[in-house]
């Protein structure tokens, strides 16, 4: 059974910093682009970040200076570094394949920004 398992969130002052893991247990995780994704309150899950099989890295506009995405194939993980964080990008965050399946939706990992 495939499943991304998301952790690292947790309440941060702004101007803080927070990394997000992902653990994928899927064999071909490899030769899979991955996206970090969010959903604020009130609002549709967006993609955040994208990195594919061989490192190349999108992000939207908003995040762009701050957040960084990584990944270990060796591991089976992809990684968001969060610098910078603002009240704005409180949110639950999830991974998923880029475009993402629906079927792999995970319990994702909240992150809150406030003072």
């Known amino acids: 059974q495939v499943q991304f398992v998301e952790s690292g969130g947790g309440l941060v002052q702004p101007g803080g910093s927070l990394r997000l893991s992902c653990a994928a247990s899927?064999?071909?995780?490899?030769?899979?682009?991955m996206g970090w994704y969010r959903q604020a309150p009130g609002k549709q899950r967006e993609l955040v970040a994208s990195?594919?099989?061989?490192?190349?890295?999108s992000y939207i506009d908003s995040v762009k200076g701050r957040f960084t995405i990584s990944r270990d194939n060796a591991k089976n993980t992809v990684y968001l570094q969060m610098n910078s964080l603002k009240p704005e990008d409180t949110a639950v965050y999830y991974c998923?394949?880029?475009?993402?399946?629906?079927?792999?939706w995970g319990q994702g990992t909240q992150v809150t920004v406030s003072s």
């Open positions: 998923n394949k880029a475009p993402p399946s629906p079927q792999y």
């Open positions: 899927i064999r071909i995780f490899s030769f899979l682009d």
């Open positions: 990195i594919g099989t061989r490192g190349s890295t």
